[in-house]
């Protein structure tokens, strides 16, 4: 893939312990004197991947990555513990010990879907730690957004689909399929507890890409990562993700000084565009790109060299 550069080697990892009984996974990867970037992942839960790298011109950035609380290679799992010490503020404050432990003044943010809600926060909390955001995806945890997604919205795009999500609920609790999920999710018995993760998980493997890709569903159908994606989506939804209803965007202004490049795919079904405009219409010195034919996922070619070209421009 031309849009993307060649894979790129980790050149270190460890875990670094965030309190709380919590440690996180990070690595770098590129030029150690290079510019600073944290590639936050999307979810909650996803963790991070090899392709993550591969944005960043590795000559010119030190690239920083880390599964966030309860993700990926990052201990206690999140259907190991009870979630309470996993909240976005919890997020951001560990991006900031990292940004302290390696010794970084200011850091670029990269962030897609959910790394966007992590990388707003984190910026218009510490915006003199952050020298660029690149979103793509914009997502801010409104109710709007949420109802989109996950109250019937979208469900007039993938109608089976939607008859698949919510089949696992009792008629009743159909309207909010969030607070549904949260007691299946809880259920003790833990073939109640696989099952709906899983259905949960698809629904979004479904309305990923633009045209049906099953590679995305077969991804999100796994078991160990729908159980760890399911759980922790459920669990910031149903708060808000910590959030004042349209925090985000109100304080936006925060950003001001901070150029920012947002990268959003036309046809997005799980963040629709209109997060994206409203954000950059809120937010001076941002750069809105609408990349025609994409939709949410990041390896849609036209999104994928928007972001390296958001990247290549403040390397």
């Keep these: 893939m031309d849009e993307l550069y060649p894979p790129t080697p980790v050149r270190a990892d460890g875990m670094l312990d965030v309190g709380d009984g919590h440690r996180i996974y990070c690595q770098e990867a590129g030029n150690p004197d290079g510019k600073p970037v944290a590639v936050l992942h999307g979810g909650p839960g996803s963790g991070i991947s ?125 309207a909010d399929p969030i607070a549904g999920y949260a007691e299946l999710l809880r259920s003790p018995d833990r073939a109640v507890r696989e099952r709906a993760a899983i259905a949960w998980s698809v629904w979004e493997g479904a309305t990923v890409a633009l045209l049906p890709q099953e590679s995305f569903v077969h991804q999100y159908s796994n078991q160990e990562f729908a159980v760890t994606f399911a759980r922790l989506a459920v669990h910031y939804f149903r708060h808000g993700a910590w959030l004042e209803e349209g925090q985000l965007i109100r304080d936006a202004g925060k950003l001001a000084g901070i150029p920012g490049v947002l990268v959003q795919g036309r046809y997005d079904a799980v963040c629709p565009p209109i997060t994206a405009h409203q954000l950059h219409r809120a937010w001076p010195g941002s750069e809105l790109k609408l990349v025609e034919g994409a939709g949410h996922a990041v390896s849609d070619p036209g999104v994928m060299a928007a972001l390296r070209a958001a990247a290549d421009s403040f390397r």
Aim: proline fraction near 6%.
């Design 50 to 174: 090899p392709m993550m790298r591969r944005h960043f011109d590795p000559e010119a950035y030190r690239i920083i990555l880390f599964d966030q609380r309860g993700s990926g290679r990052s201990t206690p799992k999140a259907g190991e513990d009870d979630l309470s010490a996993n909240t976005l503020w919890h997020l951001v404050s560990d991006m900031e010990l990292l940004r302290e432990r390696l010794n970084i003044a200011r850091w670029q943010l990269f962030g897609g879907s959910w790394g966007s809600t992590l990388a707003l926060a984190y910026a218009q909390t510490y915006p003199a730690r952050v020298s660029e955001l690149v979103l793509r995806g914009v997502f801010t945890v409104r109710q709007r957004e949420l109802d989109w997604l996950y109250r019937g919205g979208a469900a007039n795009l993938f109608p089976a689909e939607w008859e698949a999500f919510v089949s696992p609920l009792p008629e009743a609790q159909q």
